[in-house]
Structures are given as structure tokens and as C-alpha cells.
């Protein structure tokens, strides 16, 4: 956590100035409060369109932000999230970044519990297994803020870079290797939770199966008839089609 020397101090004043200056609807309606921008993964389908540039709050930062945060709630009298209908007081770490590669997430969960008295909703691709410091945080989050999650969702997907193999040193053997790391180090916490989409899960997303090509109309003996590539949707006897434009 930061210390309260003279620099501390006048960062959270400086940042209680400036919360103090939101409407009471960012604290009421706060959803996502992320301690990063940019993803490591650069899933191609990524909806956030994640750049590769990775900025992250430092640990003090982290501590500094959430401080200011809570003491300008405590002094409206707010609670945190508390007005939404979707999860109410609880905070999505994540938008545009992958908390799984975050150094700090156990500083952010204490904070979350202890501070700003809220549980998270934690989403990841998983996380290198090579990485030593990682590992540890993450098993330290299972061993001492399991408490502080309202839900943990894998995401096996093909779209990142491990899959792809566009870095020096993925590949899709190492994404695998890595999910199953992640998925044992979480699995005490899974079973806590509970399976299911709401709580604990991991989640499938692959391409659809749909293809884009032109579709043809036509009418045969009265007919209505559509074409696109091979495949062909006729209508029923008796029952044409709208007219053909």
C-alpha cells in the first residue's frame, strides 16, 4: 500500500479535488473501473479494439486512486456501484486489458473489499504460466481474497496471440498449457462459487458458422426460390413468395 508521506497526501488530494467535481451517478453507477489499458492477447475479435501499447497503475497508484475514490463516496454518503441493476456493488476490473496479466490484481482485491467495499467480476484468457511473480499473485488471490469475488469467467478462445502464433514464443501448445495452469490454480475458488454462467465458467467463444455471399432471388413455377452459394430455400406449394424486385 502507499505511504502517507507528503507525496501521497497531495496525489490523493489532488485526486479527491477531481472526484469531488463528478456527479453522484459515477459513483453510484460506476461498473468498470480498470487499472489498465491494452492487452498483452490481442484477440483479433476483441470489441474494445485493446491496443498493444499496455498502460498500467502502479501499486501506489492503484492504492491512491481507490482511496480517493471511497473518501469522496464516504462523504456524499455513496455507496459504490450501489445504484445500478446489473450486479449492484460489483466492479468489472477490465474493459480494453486482461486482469489475468495485471501484476497488482491482490492489491486491487484488497482494496475492493477493504476500501471501496465492493466484489469484483473477474474475466481472462489466462495468464504465462512461465511467469513466476504471476503465478504467485494469482495464488494468493485464491488463498486470501477468494471472498471478495462475485464471479470468475475463463475465456477459451482461438483469436489470441498464443493461438495465432504471432509472437516470438507462442504458440498454440503454450496457450493450452497456460489455460490449464490458470484453470488449476483457480479450481478451489471455481468450486466455491459454483458452476454457471453467472458465478464461475469458462467460456467457448469461437467463430460463428456463417458465411457472407450473395443471395439470389428467383421464382420457378410459381415459386419463390432463394439461393446462396449451395444452398437453396424454396417455397412451399400454394404459398408464393413477396413480389420479386
Do not use: K
Not at 182 to 188: E, G, H, K, N
Not at 215 to 235: K, N
Amino acid at each position: 500500500m502507499a505511504s502517507e508521506g507528503s507525496g501521497g497526501v497531495s496525489l490523493r488530494l489532488g485526486l479527491r479535488e477531481q472526484m469531488r467535481a463528478l456527479p453522484d451517478e459515477a459513483f453510484t453507477r460506476l461498473q468498470f473501473l480498470s487499472p489498465a489499458t491494452g492487452c498483452f492477447n490481442q484477440c483479433a475479435m476483441c470489441s474494445q479494439a485493446a491496443g498493444r501499447d499496455v498502460w498500467q497503475l502502479t501499486r501506489r497508484g492503484l492504492d491512491e486512486v481507490a482511496r480517493a475514490l471511497a473518501g469522496v463516496a464516504a462523504e456524499r454518503g455513496l455507496t459504490i456501484g450501489g445504484g445500478r441493476g446489473h450486479r449492484p456493488g460489483v466492479l468489472f476490473p477490465y474493459l480494453d486489458n486482461d486482469m489475468g496479466s495485471y501484476p497488482h490484481l491482490d492489491t486491487y482485491a484488497a482494496l475492493a473489499r477493504d476500501v471501496l467495499r465492493v466484489r469484483l467480476r473477474f474475466c481472462t484468457v489466462g495468464w504465462s504460466a512461465r511467469s513466476d511473480r504471476l503465478s504467485a499473485m494469482h495464488r494468493r488471490l485464491v488463498a486470501e481474497y477468494g471472498d471478495v469475488f462475485d464471479g470468475l469467467r475463463f475465456s477459451l478462445t482461438p483469436y489470441t496471440l498464443g493461438w495465432t502464433g504471432r509472437g516470438r514464443g507462442f504458440d498454440r501448445a503454450v496457450f493450452v498449457a497456460d489455460l490449464a495452469h490458470a484453470l488449476r490454480t483457480y479450481r478451489p475458488l471455481l468450486d466455491r462459487l459454483g458452476h454457471g454462467p453467472a458465478t464461475a465458467a469458462v467460456e467457448l467463444r469461437f467463430a460463428p458458422l456463417v458465411g457472407v455471399t450473395d443471395v439470389v432471388a428467383s421464382e420457378i413455377d410459381g415459386r419463390h426460390v432463394l439461393r446462396a452459394g449451395p444452398h437453396l430455400l424454396i417455397g412451399a406449394p400454394g404459398r408464393p413468395g413477396p413480389p420479386l424486385t
